[in-house]
């Protein structure tokens, strides 16, 4: 999501508030979309941010959360789409995305989606350098720090695409955290979560 008006750009990572952010900001005003490209989950590089002397100018901002929960809304919020075999399991789910294979022919997000924060976050170099990384664990308090910084008033962040489920840790066992752990190595380490936490 690019602002010209308030000269943000918003890295919206799946699973991380992000329809939630994007709907604020439409409905402030601070956005105008045609459909539902708000809802487009383009990367650093994707969106060029670091290839522009005009986008240097804009503050970039993105949103990130603990892979271990991260995963469990993802698959509780798919298994409830049609593009989503019904059958598939938390664990299988969590072997496929660490064998990269898709969990079906009409699941064209899959994979994308299921990409690591670090993924979406860094630029050609491979580096992160954008101004501000929040966590969705401090939803309100980091993202009243963004409206501060791109002057719009602090408002209470709606919560869409909640999903209900029990806690994350009850979907893991000794294997999936394994795989989870390896596949999201960078995201554990970079931003310093923790299972359980």
Do not use: W
Not at 80 to 90: D, H, M, Q, R
């Amino acid at each position: 999501m690019i602002s010209h008006k308030h000269k943000f750009v918003f890295v919206h990572i799946p699973k991380t508030a992000g329809t939630s952010i994007c709907s604020f900001f439409i409905d402030c005003g601070a956005y105008k979309h045609i459909g539902h490209y708000y809802q487009t989950h383009d990367s650093v590089m994707d969106l060029e941010i670091t290839n522009s002397d005009e986008m240097n100018k804009y503050f970039t901002f993105s949103f990130v959360r603990n892979p271990f929960r991260r995963l469990v809304s993802y698959y509780n919020f798919k298994k409830n789409t049609k593009y989503f075999p019904k059958e598939i399991s938390f664990k299988e789910m969590c072997k496929k995305i660490y064998k990269k294979e898709r969990t079906g022919i009409r699941d064209r997000n899959f994979l994308n989606h299921t990409r690591g924060c670090c993924d979406y976050l860094k630029n050609e170099n491979g580096e992160i350098n954008i101004n501000f990384i929040g966590k969705v664990e401090n939803l309100q308090q980091d993202f009243d720090i963004i409206c501060d910084k791109i002057g719009i008033p602090q408002q209470q962040l709606p919560h869409k695409n909640k999903s209900k489920h029990k806690h994350y840790t009850e979907y893991y066992d000794d294997e999936t955290k394994q795989i989870v752990a390896k596949k999201y190595a960078k995201d554990i380490e970079y931003f310093g979560y923790k299972f359980g936490e």
